[in-house]
């Protein structure tokens, strides 16, 4: 394997070996506290124009397999790993995690002190970085020079409407940047549904007389996406049940008045006991987020908070008081990641069902 | 064969959710009381009510209605007679109040009829509505319920049984099929 | 909510000696709960008999009950102290058992005893198949059908059902027994025949066999709010057909997708919940690789070597933890010390390293038991390596697991072919190897899998080994081939040997090219939070975590795993011996291995190091700590050698066995005195009792004290003693044999010996007085002679001890015999009158043992 490096933005540059494709690229660096799950991780839209680095010094162990996609062009910028298992023997699978970067055009390196990267990066705030084959003037200009878009929810969400169909539930799901997770766990309770691009309008998705409407998960600040999608969040939450995560919690809230902070580091991980106030219950999820609903800017009168993270304070689940309307920050299809959040799948089914009597 | 149709993750479930019901329709907890109709029921309020106190940060209080058992039957709820229910357990006034009625099961209409009927006896509340954790059909009387956990359509020769963990050491709804030795 | 407001005093069942089912890991447990224990007000007694015990150094000795932990005497104190809880879950399955008694038979009732830790109807589950199956089944976990039968027709009336393999396990075992895969009728008439007997109820079970199955274990703490999380999960490397206790596991799982160590942990929880667990759960799955499905194998709702593994492996205080949740605590109201971020107790643990565990076995001290891994437990310790990649833990963990000298491999390439696929088939305790050979003989990971059932993976990662090991061959003195190896976590020693230089070549090497260690730090946040913790181990990377501990530090080397012989004593010893340090003013730095170890807590070291205790390995620590004493154990002439060449402040500690001079055949008496310099304190006179018909001094393996002799002989004897001590240069703890002279009654010298390290604890526990704490003194020269001037032991005492070793022959099915100090696997302990311990044959082990576990 070729030599290759990884260089940030602050000027430092770490050897490792490449693999996965040769290509040189260039993201935000962030870091991935999960034990396991590196293929739902890597083919996470979240991920979009990241570079990821993991926490677990050994990946690639169980390759690529089927039900592990959460979709199905992963757009990460790169893999950082202290030692990579190039595996294609795996009982699950014949594609090994070196040829499935390959046929996505990732590069991956490794060799690395990922736990040093980590170290640093956890005070360090959002940094840029690139994996080159040159750790020269060069590569650190191209990598300085570097503008990362701030338009991710278009580069992975679908254009286009397209039915996931069943017998059950119609559900629409807005797509930011959709993990399959989520269709998963639609599908696990046979609902028919009708994804339709971020772009959306109210009428669009009431005029499909869904039963509930889900805000998916994605990329990026949802400060970059408009008026537009937070009209349309207000205008549905009023007429069917909502149920939004990740990306989509953060839009809910902002469509609710509240306001977002950006975190000094990006958190991705599963191991923060969060509370679920209602019952005053701990639970754990897989948390990927770089912003947080700023919990003074919540109007109480409009909103409740339902969830909150016992380690770093921030907001993790909100419901409307007005309405059957609830999100949280965290990934409750548990994919990878904790499944005690998934009940929230059946909240959302139990609010249609309330609804009509 | 008792089956379980509610397990304690959706009872849970179920009470998170009508407890969320109650702020929406009430436009939040203000002037909000909790009745619930005994045995079940009262720990079915308390719960509603602790789930307020957690969101909410208010002490929302929580009173308990006495039917007079007429029969030693699994639930109270499945006989054309009309029970006795009594009042003696509530400490403070209904009146101009916005009643939350509780009850673990509602079949025929009957109790319900009778609590309404107590709970004005107290006092006259702003009003009444009617939360219940299972909902099996039915009804006798021109009677429903504002908040229901789970629709069990049954028939009527089923019985829905309702465990609480405060006093059956488990949170289940279970349908048994009455049999020839099971009915009585 | 349970309420334990009022909970003021606790008993906790001991473990008892130590054995092949569990090792210290129960009493350094039961030292971190006592303490904490401690800290909340809660008085705690405690039973054992165990001679090596630390827990009992920490606690008074109005709370201590040094008896036969039997539910006879469990009772006693019930009776007797009135405590208002029981803690069995600290006991291993001995303590279980004794809890299920004392709740069957009503004593807990009668006592008004809470149980701490489950509620009874789970008590009465564990170990009770039928019942536990039929709780599982009611929340749907999957588990393996058990039917119960009674008698061998009924069993034969089964067979078809169930097919072959299929495993038969008694139900309610008296003893810590284990299933039995039997692949025929006869296997399984021998089974049922050894079953019924063993089983309090004439009961077996029959199951289907999920031989070849991955074995997996899932780590969980619970608290009374039902808030849970799971400490971590081991991956048994070998499948299901060889104990867990002797695979060779890993930290965290490697082979296993997000989904199905979700599910695991999911179907972990549902059974903490179900069961009412509060503080520890333990459970054994089996996953069928082919289509992912589990059964659910084992649940163990205290504390087991499994326990310790997952928490120590990720640095989480699972016995802090578990403390304060038996108190009532809720998760996320535990307080940790002030090294630990905030809120670490509840926050689920991540790694950013791998571990691996590999288990040693008793063959070479037991060489006549079968040697086979199979369902039966045979380890008696195991050894661990960290790294930061599976080759780099594996290859740690087998350096450690072979006591080679000079840190070199063992070779089985003298292996027929025929031999190492019978070997790959039915395992021997030297597994790794012939894994290993095997793939140097070109056999694939795919073959492999399929011969051993272990997972390819494991093979890709020893093949990856191989491929470094050839470069390393091919590219003599090579720099680059230097970090690669050291990187990969071969050492100095192997690379040596490869290379036909010396370790002092491969370091200067290493110190040319800058190759040098970088130590991790082992926390629970994978690097998210700035932890202060104290354990650490090497890897060669960028980043140095471990900063010098400062002025006056001791670097204290352990003896890595458990084995038969000293074993637990010499845990003890190390563990006071660090006390003594700390008391001192020292830093202690200990280096160890051994999972299980008591000293590894901060309590008793102020910092570890989880790396081989081979020389590369300990040079590279002594070069990060400049510590002003290094004590290196006596059984590591090698080491002690070459460090003496170093301009080091060296101390050997414990002290070597092997003085040169010849031991004598027979000894009958022993006296022990402590000379320090001019002084020679008599420390006691005991009989020396070798149980059974050969009385050779290796087979001398029971004490009393003092020995049955007129006072006035003891007194005429430790005189005899002092001047065969003046003879000789000796100095510290030392023992003076005695014989009877030719065919007369009269004793005479016939050696002088260092105490051994059991017979160390036991004056220690006998006398009240701490000599491990004194020899150390005297090392480190803290000994002031006036202090021992006025330390007197009356070595009349009219309280007699006794003290019995314990041995791993039942456990191994080996024929039970008196045993040799080299197997001895624990010791138990007992005080009394000299009539109470008035032995009537020294050659009866019965009455030994009868004597020793009497209800008091």
Same mark, same amino acid.
Not at chain 1, 53 to 70: K, L, M, R, T
Not at chain 3, 418 to 429: D, K, N, T, V
């Given at each position: 394997?070729?030599?290759?490096?990884?260089?940030?933005?602050?000027?430092?540059?770490?050897?490792?070996?490449?693999?996965?494709?040769?290509?040189?690229?260039?993201?935000?660096?962030?870091?991935?506290?999960?034990?396991?799950?590196?293929?739902?991780?890597?083919?996470?839209?979240?991920?979009?124009?990241?570079?990821?680095?993991?926490?677990?010094?050994?990946?690639?162990?169980?390759?690529?397999?089927?039900?592990?996609?959460?979709?199905?062009?992963?757009?990460?910028?790169?893999?950082?790993?202290?030692?990579?298992?190039?595996?294609?023997?795996?009982?699950?699978?014949?594609?090994?995690?070196?040829?499935?970067?390959?046929?996505?055009?990732?590069?991956?390196?490794?060799?690395?002190?990922?736990?040093?990267?980590?170290?640093?990066?956890?005070?360090?705030?959002?940094?840029?970085?690139?994996?080159?084959?040159?750790?020269?003037?060069?590569?650190?200009?191209?990598?300085?020079?570097?503008?990362?878009?701030?338009?991710?929810?278009?580069?992975?969400?679908?254009?286009?409407?397209?039915?996931?169909?069943?017998?059950?539930?119609?559900?629409?799901?807005?797509?930011?940047?959709?993990?399959?997770?989520?269709?998963?766990?639609?599908?696990?309770?046979?609902?028919?549904?009708?994804?339709?691009?971020?772009?959306?309008?109210?009428?669009?998705?009431?005029?499909?007389?869904?039963?509930?409407?889900?805000?998916?998960?994605?990329?990026?600040?949802?400060?970059?996406?408009?008026?537009?999608?937070?009209?349309?969040?207000?205008?549905?939450?009023?007429?069917?049940?909502?149920?939004?995560?990740?990306?989509?919690?953060?839009?809910?809230?902002?469509?609710?008045?509240?306001?977002?902070?950006?975190?000094?580091?990006?958190?991705?991980?599963?191991?923060?006991?969060?509370?679920?106030?209602?019952?005053?219950?701990?639970?754990?999820?897989?948390?990927?987020?770089?912003?947080?609903?700023?919990?003074?800017?919540?109007?109480?009168?409009?909103?409740?908070?339902?969830?909150?993270?016992?380690?770093?304070?921030?907001?993790?689940?909100?419901?409307?008081?007005?309405?059957?309307?609830?999100?949280?920050?965290?990934?409750?299809?548990?994919?990878?990641?904790?499944?005690?959040?998934?009940?929230?799948?059946?909240?959302?089914?139990?609010?249609?069902?309330?609804?009509?009597? | 064969?008792?089956?379980?149709?509610?397990?304690?993750?959706?009872?849970?479930?179920?009470?998170?959710?009508?407890?969320?019901?109650?702020?929406?329709?009430?436009?939040?907890?203000?002037?909000?009381?909790?009745?619930?109709?005994?045995?079940?029921?009262?720990?079915?309020?308390?719960?509603?009510?602790?789930?307020?106190?957690?969101?909410?940060?208010?002490?929302?209080?929580?009173?308990?209605?006495?039917?007079?058992?007429?029969?030693?039957?699994?639930?109270?709820?499945?006989?054309?007679?009309?029970?006795?229910?009594?009042?003696?357990?509530?400490?403070?006034?209904?009146?101009?109040?916005?009643?939350?009625?509780?009850?673990?099961?509602?079949?025929?209409?009957?109790?319900?009829?009778?609590?309404?009927?107590?709970?004005?006896?107290?006092?006259?509340?702003?009003?009444?509505?009617?939360?219940?954790?299972?909902?099996?059909?039915?009804?006798?009387?021109?009677?429903?319920?504002?908040?229901?956990?789970?629709?069990?359509?049954?028939?009527?020769?089923?019985?829905?049984?309702?465990?609480?963990?405060?006093?059956?050491?488990?949170?289940?709804?279970?349908?048994?099929?009455?049999?020839?030795?099971?009915?009585? | 909510?349970?309420?334990?407001?009022?909970?003021?005093?606790?008993?906790?069942?001991?473990?008892?000696?130590?054995?092949?089912?569990?090792?210290?890991?129960?009493?350094?447990?039961?030292?971190?709960?006592?303490?904490?224990?401690?800290?909340?007000?809660?008085?705690?007694?405690?039973?054992?008999?165990?001679?090596?015990?630390?827990?009992?150094?920490?606690?008074?000795?109005?709370?201590?009950?040094?008896?036969?932990?039997?539910?006879?005497?469990?009772?006693?104190?019930?009776?007797?102290?009135?405590?208002?809880?029981?803690?069995?879950?600290?006991?291993?399955?001995?303590?279980?058992?004794?809890?299920?008694?004392?709740?069957?038979?009503?004593?807990?009732?009668?006592?008004?005893?809470?149980?701490?830790?489950?509620?009874?109807?789970? @008590?009465?589950?564990?170990?009770?198949?039928?019942?536990?199956?039929?709780?599982?089944?009611?929340?749907?976990?999957?588990?393996?059908?058990?039917?119960?039968?009674?008698?061998?027709?009924?069993?034969?009336?089964?067979?078809?059902?169930?097919?072959?393999? @299929?495993?038969?396990?008694?139900?309610?075992?008296?003893?810590?027994?284990?299933?039995?895969?039997?692949?025929?009728?006869?296997?399984?008439?021998?089974? @049922?025949?050894? !079953?019924?007997?063993?089983?309090?109820?004439?009961?077996?079970?029959?199951?289907?066999?999920?031989?070849?199955?991955?074995?997996?274990?899932?780590?969980?703490?619970?608290?009374?709010?039902?808030?849970?999380?799971?400490?971590?999960?081991?991956?048994?490397?070998?499948?299901?057909?060889?104990?867990? !206790?002797?695979?060779?596991?890993?930290?965290?799982?490697?082979?296993?997708?997000?989904?199905?160590?979700?599910?695991?942990?999911?179907?972990?929880?549902?059974?903490?919940?179900?069961?009412?667990?509060?503080?520890?759960?333990?459970?054994?799955?089996?996953?069928?690789?082919?289509?992912?499905?589990?059964?659910?194998?084992?649940?163990?709702?205290?504390?087991?070597?499994?326990?310790?593994?997952?928490?120590?492996?990720?640095?989480?205080?699972?016995?802090?933890?578990?403390?304060?949740?038996?108190?009532?605590?809720?998760?996320?109201?535990?307080?940790?010390?002030?090294?630990?971020?905030?809120?670490?107790?509840?926050?689920?643990?991540?790694?950013?390293?791998?571990?691996?565990?590999?288990?040693?076995?008793?063959?070479?001290?037991?060489?006549?038991?079968?040697?086979?891994?199979?369902?039966?437990?045979?380890?008696?310790?195991?050894?661990? !390596?960290?790294?930061?990649?599976?080759?780099?833990?594996?290859?740690?963990?087998?350096?450690?697991?072979?006591?080679?000298?000079?840190?070199?491999?063992?070779?089985?390439?003298?292996?027929?072919?025929?031999?190492?696929?019978?070997?790959?088939?039915?395992? @021997?305790?030297?597994?790794?190897?012939?894994?290993?050979?095997?793939?140097?003989?070109?056999?694939?990971?795919?073959?492999?899998?399929?011969?051993?059932?272990?997972?390819?993976?494991?093979?890709?990662?020893?093949?990856?080994?191989?491929?470094?090991?050839?470069?390393?061959?091919?590219?003599?003195?090579?720099?680059?081939?230097?970090?690669?190896?050291?990187?990969?976590?071969?050492?100095?020693?192997?690379?040596?040997?490869?290379?036909?230089?010396?370790?002092?070549?491969?370091?200067?090497?290493?110190?040319?090219?800058?190759?040098?260690?970088?130590?991790?730090?082992?926390?629970?946040?994978?690097?998210?939070?700035?932890?202060?913790?104290?354990?650490?181990?090497?890897?060669?990377?960028?980043?140095?975590?471990?900063?010098?501990?400062?002025?006056?530090?001791?670097?204290?080397?352990?003896?890595?795993?458990?084995?038969?012989?000293?074993?637990?004593?010499?845990?003890?010893?190390?563990?006071?011996?660090?006390?003594?340090?700390?008391?001192?003013?020292?830093?202690?730095?200990?280096?160890?291995?051994?999972?299980?170890?008591?000293?590894?807590?901060?309590?008793?070291?102020?910092?570890?190091?989880?790396?081989?205790?081979?020389?590369?390995?300990?040079?590279?620590?002594?070069?990060?700590?400049?510590?002003?004493?290094?004590?290196?154990?006596?059984?590591?002439?090698?080491?002690?050698?070459?460090?003496?060449?170093?301009?080091?402040?060296?101390?050997?500690?414990?002290?070597?066995?092997?003085?040169?001079?010849?031991?004598?055949?027979?000894?009958?008496?022993?006296?022990?005195?402590?000379?320090?310099?001019?002084?020679?304190?008599?420390?006691?006179?005991?009989?020396?009792?070798?149980?059974?018909?050969?009385?050779?001094?290796?087979?001398?393996?029971?004490?009393?004290?003092?020995?049955?002799?007129?006072?006035?002989?003891?007194?005429?004897?430790?005189?005899?003693?002092?001047?065969?001590?003046?003879?000789?240069?000796?100095?510290?703890?030392?023992?003076?044999?005695?014989?009877?002279?030719?065919?007369?009654?009269?004793?005479?010298?016939?050696?002088?010996?260092?105490?051994?390290?059991?017979?160390?604890?036991?004056?220690?526990?006998?006398? !009240?007085?701490?000599?491990?704490?004194?020899?150390?003194?005297?090392?480190?020269?803290?000994?002031?002679?006036?202090?021992?001037?006025?330390?007197?032991?009356?070595?009349?005492?009219?309280?007699?001890?006794?003290?019995?070793?314990?041995?791993?022959?039942?456990?191994?099915?080996?024929?039970?015999?008196?045993?040799?100090?080299?197997?001895?696997?624990?010791?138990?302990?007992?005080?009394?009158?000299?009539?109470?311990?008035?032995?009537?044959?020294?050659?009866?082990?019965?009455?030994?043992?009868?004597?020793?576990?009497?209800?008091?």
């Amino acid at each position: 394997m070729a030599k290759r490096y990884l260089i940030l933005e602050d000027g430092s540059a770490y050897p490792g070996e490449g693999f996965g494709a040769g290509a040189t690229t260039s993201g935000e660096v962030i870091f991935n506290l999960n034990l396991l799950g590196y293929q739902e991780t890597i083919t996470d839209q979240i991920y979009h124009n990241q570079i990821i680095v993991f926490a677990q010094p050994a990946i690639g162990n169980v390759g690529i397999n089927h039900d592990s996609y959460e979709s199905i062009l992963p757009t990460a910028k790169g893999m950082v790993v202290r030692d990579l298992t190039n595996i294609s023997t795996n009982r699950l699978s014949k594609l090994s995690l070196d040829e499935f970067l390959r046929q996505h055009n990732i590069p991956g390196i490794s060799g690395i002190d990922t736990r040093h990267l980590i170290r640093k990066l956890r005070t360090a705030g959002p940094i840029k970085g690139s994996i080159v084959d040159v750790a020269d003037a060069h590569a650190f200009d191209q990598l300085n020079a570097t503008v990362l878009t701030n338009r991710q929810v278009d580069q992975v969400a679908t254009p286009k409407p397209y039915p996931n169909p069943d017998t059950g539930k119609n559900v629409v799901v807005i797509d930011f940047g959709l993990k399959h997770g989520i269709l998963r766990q639609l599908s696990e309770r046979r609902c028919n549904v009708t994804v339709l691009p971020w772009t959306a309008s109210a009428q669009d998705v009431l005029n499909l007389d869904p039963d509930g409407v889900l805000l998916s998960t994605g990329p990026g600040s949802p400060l970059d996406l408009g008026a537009g999608v937070l009209d349309m969040i207000r205008e549905v939450q009023a007429e069917i049940p909502l149920f939004a995560i990740g990306l989509g919690h953060e839009l809910f809230a902002l469509a609710n008045g509240a306001e977002l902070t950006a975190l000094p580091v990006e958190y991705h991980g599963s191991s923060h006991p969060i509370r679920r106030i209602i019952t005053n219950d701990v639970i754990y999820a897989t948390q990927g987020q770089g912003y947080a609903v700023t919990a003074k800017s919540i109007d109480r009168d409009r909103l409740i908070t339902t969830y909150v993270d016992l380690i770093n304070g921030t907001v993790q689940g909100l419901r409307h008081r007005d309405f059957p309307a609830f999100s949280v920050q965290f990934f409750a299809d548990g994919a990878p990641g904790p499944h005690e959040s998934r009940d929230l799948f059946d909240e959302f089914m139990e609010a249609m069902t309330s609804r009509e009597g | 064969m008792p089956k379980v149709v509610v397990d304690a993750m959706a009872m849970q479930r179920a009470l998170t959710r009508i407890t969320y019901e109650i702020i929406e329709r009430n436009k939040g907890v203000d002037d909000l009381v909790i009745l619930g109709i005994k045995t079940r029921g009262v720990y079915l309020a308390q719960r509603i009510a602790s789930r307020l106190q957690q969101l909410e940060n208010v002490t929302v209080p929580v009173g308990a209605l006495d039917v007079t058992p007429y029969r030693d039957d699994i639930d109270h709820d499945s006989q054309a007679a009309e029970p006795e229910v009594s009042a003696a357990d509530i400490d403070f006034s209904v009146a101009g109040k916005k009643v939350i009625l509780v009850d673990d099961v509602l079949y025929t209409g009957r109790t319900i009829r009778a609590a309404m009927s107590a709970i004005m006896a107290l006092g006259r509340p702003k009003s009444i509505n009617l939360a219940v954790l299972v909902d099996r059909g039915h009804r006798e009387l021109p009677i429903r319920a504002d908040f229901v956990g789970k629709n069990i359509p049954s028939s009527q020769r089923e019985k829905i049984k309702v465990s609480v963990t405060e006093i059956d050491d488990r949170d289940a709804v279970e349908i048994i099929k009455a049999s020839a030795n099971q009915a009585n | 909510m349970q309420s334990l407001e009022n909970l003021q005093k606790v008993l906790i069942i001991g473990s008892g000696p130590t054995e092949i089912g569990h090792e210290t890991e129960l009493d350094s447990a039961t030292v971190q709960i006592l303490t904490g224990f401690k800290k909340h007000g809660v008085r705690t007694l405690v039973i054992d008999n165990n001679p090596f015990s630390v827990a009992l150094e920490e606690i008074q000795p109005t709370n201590m009950y040094i008896q036969a932990v039997t539910t006879a005497n469990v009772r006693h104190i019930l009776e007797k102290d009135q405590p208002d809880a029981l803690l069995a879950t600290l006991g291993g399955l001995q303590g279980i058992r004794i809890a299920q008694e004392l709740l069957e038979n009503g004593d807990l009732g009668r006592y008004g005893v809470r149980l701490l830790g489950m509620p009874a109807t789970t @008590l009465r589950q564990i170990n009770n198949p039928a019942a536990l199956n039929a709780t599982l089944k009611d929340i749907h976990e999957p588990v393996i059908e058990a039917q119960v039968v009674q008698t061998a027709d009924e069993a034969l009336g089964l067979v078809e059902a169930i097919g072959f393999p @299929l495993i038969v396990k008694p139900v309610a075992p008296r003893v810590d027994t284990n299933r039995t895969i039997c692949e025929n009728v006869d296997e399984m008439l021998t089974a @049922l025949n050894q !079953g019924f007997q063993q089983s309090r109820f004439d009961q077996c079970t029959l199951e289907r066999s999920v031989v070849g199955y991955k074995e997996i274990e899932m780590v969980a703490l619970r608290d009374v709010a039902d808030t849970e999380i799971l400490i971590g999960g081991l991956e048994d490397v070998d499948p299901i057909g060889i104990h867990s !206790g002797d695979s060779i596991a890993v930290t965290p799982p490697q082979t296993l997708t997000d989904r199905e160590y979700q599910d695991l942990r999911d179907a972990t929880f549902r059974m903490a919940s179900e069961l009412g667990i509060v503080g520890v759960l333990h459970v054994n799955f089996a996953l069928n690789p082919a289509n992912q499905h589990f059964y659910v194998t084992k649940v163990a709702p205290y504390f087991t070597r499994g326990v310790t593994l997952a928490a120590r492996t990720v640095g989480y205080p699972i016995s802090l933890v578990t403390g304060a949740l038996l108190l009532g605590q809720r998760l996320v109201d535990v307080k940790l010390p002030s090294a630990f971020t905030k809120q670490t107790a509840i926050m689920e643990p991540t790694n950013d390293h791998v571990s691996v565990r590999i288990p040693l076995w008793p063959f070479q001290e037991v060489p006549d038991a079968d040697q086979h891994l199979n369902t039966v437990m045979k380890a008696v310790g195991s050894t661990i !390596g960290i790294g930061r990649s599976v080759e780099e833990a594996m290859l740690k963990s087998v350096r450690s697991s072979q006591f080679s000298p000079r840190d070199v491999l063992p070779s089985v390439s003298q292996l027929t072919d025929g031999e190492m696929i019978s070997q790959l088939i039915h395992p @021997l305790a030297n597994r790794i190897l012939v894994l290993i050979e095997a793939l140097r003989r070109g056999y694939s990971p795919e073959e492999l899998s399929e011969l051993t059932k272990i997972d390819p993976f494991y093979f890709v990662k020893l093949q990856h080994l191989l491929t470094i090991e050839r470069e390393i061959m091919d590219n003599p003195r090579d720099v680059d081939t230097l970090r690669r190896a050291r990187y990969y976590g071969f050492g100095d020693g192997m690379i040596a040997r490869i290379w036909q230089t010396d370790t002092a070549t491969i370091r200067q090497l290493s110190a040319q090219a800058q190759i040098q260690p970088t130590y991790k730090m082992i926390e629970p946040t994978a690097g998210e939070f700035p932890e202060d913790l104290s354990g650490y181990y090497s890897t060669f990377e960028y980043e140095n975590e471990s900063q010098p501990l400062g002025d006056r530090t001791a670097l204290v080397l352990g003896r890595g795993g458990n084995q038969l012989g000293p074993n637990s004593a010499a845990e003890y010893f190390t563990t006071e011996m660090l006390k003594q340090l700390k008391r001192a003013g020292y830093h202690t730095i200990l280096m160890n291995t051994n999972p299980n170890a008591i000293g590894v807590a901060p309590e008793f070291s102020d910092k570890q190091y989880v790396d081989p205790i081979q020389l590369g390995d300990v040079l590279n620590v002594i070069h990060v700590e400049h510590p002003d004493i290094v004590i290196v154990p006596g059984n590591r002439h090698y080491l002690t050698r070459e460090l003496k060449k170093l301009p080091l402040n060296l101390h050997v500690l414990p002290p070597d066995q092997e003085t040169g001079e010849p031991a004598p055949k027979e000894a009958t008496i022993g006296v022990s005195l402590f000379v320090h310099r001019q002084q020679k304190i008599a420390v006691g006179v005991m009989d020396m009792i070798a149980p059974g018909m050969n009385k050779a001094l290796s087979q001398v393996t029971a004490f009393r004290m003092p020995a049955e002799l007129p006072k006035a002989k003891r007194v005429n004897l430790v005189e005899l003693a002092k001047q065969a001590v003046s003879e000789r240069q000796v100095t510290g703890m030392v023992q003076v044999l005695f014989a009877p002279k030719g065919d007369t009654k009269q004793l005479e010298v016939v050696g002088v010996r260092p105490t051994r390290l059991t017979e160390m604890a036991f004056l220690s526990k006998v006398t !009240g007085i701490n000599w491990v704490r004194m020899l150390t003194r005297q090392h480190i020269g803290t000994l002031d002679d006036a202090e021992l001037a006025k330390i007197s032991v009356d070595i009349n005492s009219t309280r007699v001890a006794l003290m019995n070793a314990a041995f791993p022959f039942r456990q191994l099915h080996v024929l039970n015999r008196p045993g040799s100090t080299d197997q001895e696997v624990g010791a138990t302990i007992a005080f009394g009158s000299s009539e109470a311990l008035t032995l009537t044959n020294l050659s009866d082990t019965a009455e030994l043992d009868q004597i020793i576990n009497r209800t008091i």
